[in-house]
Nanobody, 125 residues
């Protein structure tokens, strides 16, 4: 029903910044909470940030709080992740997804779906 496409990843030195985008197709984008996740080699998919339908409320993993900012533009069917002060441990494939279940502030991947293909973020030291 909704297709998500991530973009904006790349190679950056520690301390640098990247802005990821997640563009959605479909009519009901604004009806869903959204989330960003990441997955490093050999590790499980990890919650990064979430945002409610209106964009009024956001929540973050402790590891990125204060450095990353999630936002959305429902008119453009797009959610963003501004990533500042990047660290080598931020290196991962970053995915966006729609929230279908769970509580309002869930970061459980099982509560999300319609995953995009991911965009690679590599932070060098």
């Amino acid at each position: 029903q909704v297709q998500l496409v991530e973009a904006g990843g790349g190679l950056v030195q520690a301390g640098g910044s990247l802005r990821l985008s997640c563009a959605a197709s479909g009519r009901t984008f604004s009806s869903y909470n959204m989330g960003w996740f990441r997955q490093a080699p050999g590790k499980e998919r990890e919650f990064v940030a979430g945002i409610m339908r209106s964009g009024d409320n956001t929540y973050y993993a402790d590891s990125v709080k204060g450095r990353f900012t999630i936002s959305r533009d429902n008119a453009k069917n797009t959610v963003y992740l501004q990533m500042n002060s990047l660290k080598p441990e931020d290196t991962a494939v970053y995915y966006c997804a729609l929230k279908y279940g769970g509580s309002g502030y869930s970061g459980d991947p099982a509560d999300f779906g319609s995953w995009g293909q991911g965009t690679q973020v590599t932070v060098s030291s």
